[in-house]
Nanobody
Framework: QLQLVESGGGLVQPGGTLRLSCTAS????????IGWFRQVPGKEREGISC????????AYADSVKGRFTISRDYAKNTVYLQMINLNAEDTAVYYC??????????????????WGQGTQVTVSS
């Protein structure tokens, strides 16, 4: 059974950089479309990026476009979310999620079946 673990979160100053990792056990991530989501307490979970399994397609929410980059490392069975120029509005718990192989890339929570436990990102001076 696929298990996802996020890491790389932490406290960073505004304008700073973090790289989140989504590492899998129990299966090979290359066979899944992977999405990144984030959630602030009291708000709905927001889809921010995804990378398709059957193509090189990626997608980004407008709120992170140009600042976040999603990528895969096949050898490490890991998907990364590189985040630059972070601001306070990026503070949230970040989750990665997996779904069946697709050529397109949905950033819709209901499209994903397997979820990690999340990693906290706090942007503050």
């Amino acid at each position: 059974q696929l298990q996802l673990v996020e890491s790389g979160g932490g406290l960073v100053q505004p304008g700073g950089t973090l790289r989140l990792s989504c590492t899998a056990s129990g299966d090979t991530l290359v066979t899944y479309t992977i999405g990144w989501f984030r959630q602030v307490p009291g708000k709905e979970r927001e889809g921010i990026s995804c990378i398709a399994s059957l193509s090189t397609n990626t997608a980004y929410a407008d709120s992170v476009k140009g600042r976040f980059t999603i990528s895969r490392d096949y050898a490490k069975n890991t998907v990364y979310l590189q985040m630059i120029n972070l601001n306070a509005e990026d503070t949230a718990v970040y989750y990665c999620a997996a779904t069946s192989p697709t050529a397109y890339c949905p950033i819709v929570e209901t499209s994903y079946n397997d979820w990690g436990q999340g990693t906290q990102v706090t942007v503050s001076s």
